[in-house]
């Protein structure tokens, strides 16, 4: 069976080294705690059912941060309760409430 090599687009930069060099991060909280939450598994809670993956997730990356770059000053940025601007109403309501039961409660 023969294997591709991915290589990845030359217009593409991976090099870290400008962000070793930032003293502050500013961090997208509700975009981190989602990802945390759907990319650990939902077994992950307390003995009363209380998802805990969120918050472990957030807790590491926000650790591997700290360790990688060591900034000086760290900000995480919340988006305002925004059901009370738009409230959702009807399948979509049903389907947002389905997906993310627990996730910032």
Same mark, same amino acid.
């Given at each position: 069976?023969?294997?591709?090599?991915?290589?990845?687009?030359?217009?593409?930069? #991976?090099?870290?080294?400008?962000?070793?060099?930032?003293? !502050?991060?500013?961090? /997208?909280?509700?975009?981190? $705690?989602? %990802?945390?939450?759907?990319?650990?598994?939902?077994?992950?809670?307390?003995?009363?059912?209380?998802?805990?993956?969120?918050?472990?997730?957030?807790?590491?990356?926000?650790?591997? #941060?700290?360790?990688?770059?060591?900034?000086?000053?760290? !900000?995480?940025?919340? /988006?305002?309760?925004?059901? $009370?601007? %738009?409230?959702?109403?009807?399948?979509?309501?049903?389907?947002?409430?389905?997906?993310?039961?627990?996730?910032?409660?």
């Amino acid at each position: 069976m023969a294997t591709v090599r991915q290589r990845a687009p030359k217009d593409l930069n #991976l090099d870290d080294a400008p962000a070793k060099e930032c003293d !502050v991060f500013l961090i /997208d909280g509700n975009g981190l $705690a989602y %990802r945390a939450f759907y990319a650990l598994p939902e077994e992950l809670q307390t003995v009363d059912g209380f998802p805990t993956n969120a918050l472990l997730g957030m807790a590491n990356m926000l650790m591997k #941060l700290l360790a990688d770059y060591g900034p000086r000053t760290v !900000v995480v940025a919340w /988006d305002p309760d925004t059901h $009370a601007a %738009r409230p959702l109403t009807g399948p979509e309501r049903a389907l947002l409430e389905t997906r993310c039961v627990g996730l910032l409660s």
